[in-house]
């Protein structure tokens, strides 16, 4: 079965300092890679999205995320955090053929002044 | 282009109470629809999703159920609430022409049985 694994639930981060958010999937053909943001009471919002090419993709906000497939990873990153990213991220995986996103149960992002 | 559109935003339901949230998609024809729940601290929980009218897959047996009876509406039902049924819902689509691709969601409900 597939699955989405983020290690961490929370993460404290000072503002200005740089953010790596850990994803891991489950081995299988090859994936399709998302990153979204959840603010308290929102809904999800895509930040970015891996499908193919090149490894390096970059979303919105500012955020990147980087596929190892040699390590099943898709690690998200932001050189420098701001206030108002704090708030929940949620790595996903989805495969051709399959009509449903897998899940990670998310990371809650906290940012110290 | 495609917005989704979700109410009511909050719901406050007795216990033994029908339920019904309504979802619709503007700006694209045939999606996949869903219904997620989310209870706090544990992630995204799929409910049901449709890949066309009147075609509903079920993921988890429970006190709650999905109709799609148009293209472009879902709707997430339940005859009688329970306190369990408490929490943020939320409705997603996706592209029908392709899968495994990013889902799209609207703003949630959060709903509480008292």
């Known amino acids: 079965a597939q699955s989405v694994t983020q290690p961490d639930i929370h993460i404290t981060v000072s503002e200005g300092a740089s953010l790596e958010l850990r994803c891991n999937y489950s081995?299988?053909?090859?994936?399709?890679l998302f990153w979204y943001v959840q603010s308290p009471g929102q809904g999800l919002q895509l930040l970015l999205k891996?499908?193919?090419?090149?490894?390096l993709v970059q979303g919105i906000k500012g955020f990147e995320a980087e596929f190892k497939r040699s390590q099943s990873s898709f690690n998200l990153r932001k050189p420098s955090v701001h206030w108002s990213d704090a708030a929940e991220y949620f790595c996903?995986?989805?495969?051709?053929?399959?009509?449903?996103?897998?899940f990670g149960k998310g990371t809650m992002l906290l940012v110290s002044p | 282009s495609q917005t989704i559109h979700q109410w009511p935003a909050t719901l406050v339901q007795p216990v033994g109470s029908p339920l019904s949230l309504e979802c619709t998609v503007e700006?694209?024809?045939?999606?996949?629809l869903y219904w997620y729940r989310q209870a706090a601290g544990r992630g995204l929980q799929l409910l049901f999703y449709?890949?066309?009218?009147?075609?509903i897959s079920s993921e988890v047996p429970q006190n709650l159920s999905a109709s799609r009876p148009q293209d472009r509406q879902f709707i997430l039902s339940s005859k009688k609430l329970l306190l369990s049924d408490s929490g943020f819902y939320l409705c997603?689509?996706?592209?029908?022409?392709?899968?495994?691709?990013?889902?799209?969601f609207g703003q949630g409900t959060r709903l509480t049985v008292v």
């Open positions: 997603a689509w996706s592209w029908g022409e392709t899968t495994g691709t990013e889902a799209f």
């Open positions: 081995y299988g053909a090859t994936p399709y």
């Open positions: 891996y499908f193919s090419g090149d490894t």
């Open positions: 996903a995986v989805g495969y051709s053929g399959y009509s449903t996103l897998t």
């Open positions: 700006g694209t024809s045939n999606p996949n």
């Open positions: 449709s890949v066309g009218i009147g075609q």
